[in-house]
Structures are given as structure tokens and as C-alpha cells.
């Protein structure tokens, strides 16, 4: 009996075995891919970009509403937000895209609108307190300037209160000009210091107050001693009041002839130094009478500084009133080219050409002129 010897072929590898069935399926499936991916059901979840867009435009409406000032944190908030959501797009997009999630992106920008929509929400809500708060100071600052000017616009002019007056008026256009452009902290700002300048008004007006309620009984004093001397001794007397704006002609004791008079630019205060403007108070007599060789047609000096004055003048710079550097000054006169209707000289006496010629009739060298801010004695 003979023996076969059974040879068998070494056995495939199971990838080759496959490979007919491989290429099989291929050949019947890649048509079938390439539909699928044709009609778009194989490309993956999109990325947001919409919500992005609406987002960076969300973030710009809360900016020109004014939220990096007035909600820096939502503001600040939506900025991260969607900086976190457009790198996650980014990594979502680095994925297979059947791979590919964009939830945590796509919340990210919502929670960055509603940041940024919080943020624009605030402002507007701050702004609009805010520029009530501007235009409830602007009216009341006003109504103060009105009120101080009604106080101002009496017979005098307080050169200090007029000064710090007209810087609150300035800073209230300031504060007018700052709200309208939505600058509503300095604009509270600037009102702030218009009150302060306004403040200083008050005190002005308080220190004249004070001064003429120590001096009224010497003004008085000094009118009633002339009116006295010239009915003794028939002779004339000039008399100025400097708050009713009047110069006194007076004859016998009586006067017979009132002028319309112009002060000096500071007429509320008596004079202390050269170049103040203020017309000065005192008892003075005429020295010399210029008759058509003054600048200002007609002019009577008087003896100004007189003893009384320079007293003063020493004691004030004594006390630090004023400069050690300061002059008395000099050449204070009633003279001529008045008639402005209101006070421009620098310290002299304005009565109008007219009115020159005619007290120049009646006075002469060693006439008495009594020059006091007020006296209500002949009302």
C-alpha cells in the first residue's frame, strides 16, 4: 500500500482573505459616499459664525451706548466671552468634521450677547441718570446766577463780586456744553466750582455789608457837619453819595442843585491804592478848577490824599491789606464827559458837560466836597 504524503498550501492571511470583499465593498459603497457627501449629510455640525457676527456687533452697540464706561464688567465679561467662543470654533474646526461639536462654542457667544446686551442696558440706564442729575444742577446753578445777578445789579459796582460772578456764568456754559456732549462727571465738576465762585459773591456782598453798617454813622456824620457849615456861613458845599449816583449842590444848607453822577469802574469800595477804580470816601476841599484844559472838558482836584487817607493808606499796608509795593495814588477830580450812565472812571467823578458848567458857576478854590458811599438823608 503506497503513502501519500498530503502537502497542503500555507494558509492566507486573513487581510488578504478580505481584500475581494473590501475592494467589493468600495466599489458599491464609495457612490453611495460620494452622495452622501454631495448633499451635505456627511459635512458636520456648522460653526456659529452667525452668532459670532452678532455678537461682535452686540459688543459694538454696547460700547457706543457707553458700557467701557459706565458697565466696564459686562462689558469686559462680553469681550472674554467671545474671545473663548471663536477659539473654540477655531479647535472645532481642526476636527474630522463628523467629529465636530460647536455647542459649548455656540454657548459661549449667547452668554456674550447677553452680557454685552446687559452691559449697553446699564449704560443707558447710568447715562440717563446721569444727565438728569447734570441738567437738575445746570437749572439750579441758574437759578443761582439769577438770583446773585438780581443782587448785583443795584446801585453799586462790587468789582470782586462781579468778577467771581462772571466766572460762574462761565463755568455754567462750561457745564451746559459739557452735558451735551455726555462729559456728565465733569460737568458736575465744573458746577462745583461755579457754587465755590459763587460762594465768594456772597462773602463780597457780606463784607460790604459790613463795612457800610461800620462806617454809616461817620458818612453821616460828615454830610450833616457840611449841610451845618454852610447854612453858618452861607457858603457852598458839593456832596456826593456814590450809591444813589448823585452829586449835591448845596447852597445855605439846602441843595439847590442834584447832578446824575459816574464813579469810578470799582465804586463799591473806597479807594485804597492807585489803579483799584474805586472813587474815594472822605471829606475833601476843591484845590484847583480847570476850566477847558482838562482831558475831560471841565475839572475841579481836589486834596486827595489828605491826611485822613494817607493814615489809612499806612495802616492798611501795616495789616497786609494791601501791597507794600502799592501807591496812594492822586488826581481825583468831579470832571466832565459823564453822561454813560454807568461808572467807567478810574476813580474820579463823571458829571456830563452840561452839568460842569453849571456847578462850576458856584464853586471855587477851598470849596468843601464830601464824598460817602451812602446817605439817605435827602430821600
Not at 437759578?143 to 455754567?172: H, P, Q, V
Not at 439846602?254 to 459816574?262: A, F, H, P, Q
Request: proline share 4%; hydrophobic share 40%.
Amino acid at each position: 500500500m503506497s503513502r501519500y504524503v498530503r502537502t497542503s498550501r500555507a494558509p492566507r492571511p486573513p487581510l488578504l482573505r478580505r481584500i475581494p470583499r473590501i475592494i467589493l465593498i468600495a466599489v458599491v459603497s464609495l457612490p453611495l459616499i460620494g452622495l452622501l457627501y454631495g448633499s451635505g449629510l456627511l459635512d458636520g455640525p456648522r460653526p456659529p459664525v452667525p452668532r459670532l457676527n452678532y455678537a461682535k456687533e452686540a459688543i459694538e452697540r454696547a460700547a457706543d451706548a457707553g458700557a467701557i464706561a459706565y458697565a466696564p464688567a459686562q462689558y469686559r465679561r462680553a469681550e472674554k466671552l467671545v474671545q473663548q467662543g471663536w477659539m473654540e470654533m477655531a479647535r472645532q474646526n481642526g476636527r474630522v468634521s463628523l467629529f465636530r461639536n460647536y455647542k459649548r462654542a455656540d454657548s459661549l457667544l449667547v452668554k456674550a450677547i447677553g452680557a454685552a446686551e446687559d452691559g449697553a442696558q446699564i449704560a443707558q440706564d447710568s447715562l440717563g441718570s446721569l444727565d438728569r442729575r447734570a441738567q437738575n444742577e445746570i437749572r439750579q446753578l441758574e437759578e443761582e446766577l439769577k438770583s446773585w445777578r438780581e443782587a448785583l445789579d443795584g446801585t453799586f459796582i462790587i468789582y470782586n463780586a462781579e468778577r467771581f460772578w462772571s466766572d460762574a456764568e462761565i463755568r455754567l456754559k462750561q457745564a451746559r456744553q459739557l452735558a451735551r456732549v455726555k462729559e456728565y462727571q465733569s460737568a458736575h465738576d465744573v458746577v462745583i466750582v461755579a457754587h465755590k465762585a459763587l460762594e465768594r459773591v456772597a462773602t463780597a456782598l457780606a463784607e460790604m455789608a459790613e463795612d457800610e453798617a461800620a462806617n454809616m454813622r461817620s458818612w453821616r456824620i460828615w454830610v450833616e457837619d457840611a449841610l451845618a457849615h454852610s447854612r453858618e456861613t452861607g457858603a457852598t458845599a458839593v456832596i456826593v453819595d456814590k450809591a444813589a449816583h448823585k452829586t449835591y449842590l448845596v447852597d445855605n444848607g439846602r441843595v439847590i442843585k442834584t447832578y446824575e453822577s459816574e464813579l469810578g469802574y470799582n465804586s463799591a469800595r473806597p479807594k485804597l491804592f492807585q489803579g483799584d477804580g474805586a472813587t474815594p470816601e472822605g471829606v475833601y476841599k476843591i484845590v484847583s478848577v480847570k476850566n477847558g484844559n482838562s482831558k475831560y472838558y471841565k475839572a475841579l482836584l481836589l486834596n486827595y490824599p489828605n491826611d485822613a487817607d494817607k493814615r489809612r493808606f499806612a495802616e492798611n499796608k501795616r495789616k497786609g491789606v494791601i501791597s507794600a509795593r502799592a501807591g496812594i495814588g492822586k488826581l481825583i477830580e468831579i470832571h466832565g464827559d459823564g453822561g454813560y450812565g454807568k461808572d467807567w472812571t478810574d476813580g474820579c467823578v463823571a458829571l456830563a458837560n452840561g452839568d460842569m458848567d453849571h456847578i462850576m458857576k458856584f464853586v471855587g478854590l477851598g470849596t468843601p466836597v464830601v464824598i460817602v458811599r451812602r446817605y439817605d438823608g435827602f430821600r
